[in-house]
């Protein structure tokens, strides 16, 4: 009997069995794309072969799934956020959910009720780290949390270098050079793809001031633009493989960035071989030329004059101003992307569980590591636990830490602790409050210092008060806010708000002052002689209040580096103001011809190429407020045997040691100084070295050979100059005391 029913069931077995397999089979045969043995490129080309003229141009277009949109129809299968391009149910193509961005999944306008996510530290605060784990970590937390929010796209990625440090978008990005902006970025992008998500780099290329945006056209060589912002790009896109690439608003050279045949069928396509597909920004498609000029989806349509990349773009190609195969590579670019980082292959993780704790950790890891001791005399830190008393002062430290706004926006934890509303011209004005992440530092400074110490607040509207309370305090610490956000960029260098009248009062009334700066970029500092000690904080994200305190008790050795320059005064900048200052933009409201008087295009020179900041301080021979690289530690380190090889490229090895009481992560950084006795200041390499007290650690960095070249615009490519190169080893760029040269031999390098 018993071998009777195995029979029946190994037979019943066999039938489904085999009923599975033609099954598996006619599916494969019905979608053949779904081979995972084929590649991502012939998988998309099966692909599109199967998809009607109309589902092929439903994949090249998208929208902005918002309900803030008038007569917005939210699609069945789109969740509310920054976009949604349709897939294709019938072949099983899912749909384009995208959501921002770089510092954790965004929630505009809180649209999907009570929806928080982990808020990472800003750009700075992660480049400040120099630490690519802390990127590729962060990334995969916002990769997971996206996918389980239900999306797969993440507009990350964004690196546009710092040639201005008043930048509204700074905070988003990663400082002033190419070979940190690019490894950091490349690393996140890494992060977030191995969560079976899409990431974009952005904004590609030289959006690198926010005073508009839209209309602002970056004139620069092609030298200064390859040797710089380019070459962070292409870091970022080797390192990372970004399944997308988001071109910017701005125009490069007189042609709009998405409509940039230079830009994006040259380079980035051509050059650069990159096989992804390049989406616009949000209303950055000025017309149906566009397709031809490299960009393969119109993003946000909503917001653009026309939705081009439909009957715009059918009509374009029937009267043959744009061929067919243009379409099917648009399509396909689209698709084997998808398919390269696992759309297809991967299932659904929404509604699945987040671990924000873990969200948190990372947040916080990367948020302590990015801290920037700036300066500390007499050893006021780190605070003493036996302090009597500590008075902490102003910048809303009661309720939680500065986060910047804009598309990047998270909100964080159990929500936002403030968020105040700025009003305001720019072109979203809507979205501009000054929101605070639920991480009290004033809390977290309770909760670390000792039983006896009385700690004080005074919100630092007064100064007076605060430097009353101040004056009799073992010390105190003001927190100094520089709010930042997209679409506007900062008035001047200057902490708003009288925030250097009350640090001048409070450290006059007691010089035991520690200022505690969340910035989303440099500030001038006039009170600098003034007070004992500045840390730089950026926004520390959803845990940065206790990542605060950790460093100012000492649980924490900062080991932070200035990713950008702190100029001393505007004498230093290449724009006295940025270019178009006080331009604004025209509103949705406006009437047609209106808008378009004001969409007027203005220059933006950049005479200086690839010369940004501590590149830009160096030509110039200027002494800025504390330089690139920068940043001090509780205890002390040295440099000893540098040993530099030559031949292809130059390779620097060299001992790191501890010289001082506490363990500690030391940062050294490799410049090349010279070529055969022309100066040229460029970062090759770094390390971060955890020591004890008097441990000693060998380093060895090896340089891209692209960052000792010159690129050759006649020849297309790089090329390294034989010679000899002078290398020095230092705590900053401008701290350069261990000092060697190699030879060099001549090469070429691919563009
Ligand atoms: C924006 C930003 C971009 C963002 C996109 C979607 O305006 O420039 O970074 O990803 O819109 O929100």
Redesign the pocket.
Known sequence: MLRKTLMNGAIAFAIVASAGAAQAQSAAADRPWMNTKLSADERAKLLDQALTEEERYGLLHGI?PLAFFPGAKIPEDAVPG??YVPGVPRLGVPPLR?T??SLGV?N?GGMRKGDTATALPSGLALAASWNADNAYAGGAVVGEEAAKKGFNVL?GG?LNLASDPRNG?NF?YLGEDPLLSGTLAGAAVRGTQEQKIVS?V??FAL?DQETG?NVVDAQIDEQGLRQGELLAFQFAIEKGKPGSV?C??NKINGHHACDNDFLLNKVLKGDWAWPGWVMS????VPGVSAAANGLDQQ??EQLDRQVWFDKPLKAAVSSGQIPQARIHDMAQRVLRSMFAVGLFDTPSRQGQPIDYAAGAKVSKTTAEQGVVLLKNDRGLLPMARTAKKIVVVGGYADLGVLSGG???QVITGTGNAASIPVGGESP?AMLANQVYHPSSPLKAIKAKAGKETTVRFADGRYPSEAAALAKDADVVVVFANQWMM??IDAGDLSLPQGQDGLIAAVAEANPNTVVVLQTGGPVLMPWLGKVGAVVEAWYSGVRGGEAIADVLFGDVNPSGRLPITFPASYDQLPNRQIPGFGYVGPSFTDPPEVAAEKMKSFAAPHPYGSDIGYRWYARKGFKPLFPFGHGLSYTSFKYGDLKVSGGDTVTASFDVTNTGPKAGVDVPQVYLTARSGAPELRLLGWSRVELAPGETKRVTVTADRRLLADFDVKARQWRVDAGTYDVAVGASSTALDAKASAKVKAGAIKP
């Open positions: 902005m920054a976009g995208e921002d961005a965004s505009p507009l964004g978008r988003e974009t952005k904004h959006n945006r988001m910017a608003y920004d949000w209303g950055a993003s946000g804009g598309s990047a979203l997209e679409s």
